[in-house]
Nanobody
C-alpha cells in the first residue's frame, strides 16, 4: 500500500488549503483513513479520521469546525479541507491508512493504529 499526499503550501492566516491523499494497493473505502500532523519540535498528533464502515468522521478538538475530512471512492483519494487556518496549524501533515480496518474506535486517534503512512506535505500558515 502506498499513500501519496499533496496539496500543502504557504497560506496566510484565515486562508484555506485542501490536502489530498491518493492510495494505491488498497482502497480508501475499505480502510480507516486519517490525517496526522507534526510541528517542528513536537510530537505527531491526530487531526482527523474517517472510518471505512459508514464513513463516520472524527476530529481533534483543535480543528473541529474548521477542518473537514472526506473521501472520493472513485478517485481512491482522501481529502482534508482546512479553513480558517492559523499559524498554530503549521506542520507537516501525514495521511495514514489502517488496512484492513482492524483498529477499534477508541484507537483511531492513535498513530499506532495505522499501518501505512504517506510521505507528508508541509503546511505553513503565516500571520
Amino acid at each position: 500500500v502506498q499513500l501519496q499526499a499533496s496539496g500543502g503550501g504557504l497560506v496566510q492566516a484565515g486562508g484555506s488549503l485542501r490536502l489530498s491523499c491518493t492510495a494505491s494497493g488498497s482502497t480508501v473505502r475499505s480502510s480507516n483513513m486519517a490525517w496526522f500532523r507534526q510541528a517542528s519540535g513536537k510530537e505527531r498528533e491526530f487531526v482527523a479520521a474517517i472510518r471505512s464502515n459508514g464513513g463516520y468522521t472524527y476530529y481533534a478538538d483543535s480543528v473541529k469546525g474548521r477542518f473537514t475530512i472526506s473521501r472520493d471512492n472513485a478517485k481512491n483519494t482522501v481529502y482534508l479541507l482546512m479553513n480558517s487556518l492559523n499559524p498554530e496549524d503549521t506542520a507537516v501533515y501525514y495521511c495514514a491508512a489502517d488496512t484492513p480496518p482492524l483498529t477499534v474506535l477508541s484507537g483511531l486517534r492513535n498513530s499506532a493504529g495505522y499501518d501505512y503512512w504517506g510521505q507528508g506535505t508541509q503546511v505553513t500558515v503565516s500571520s
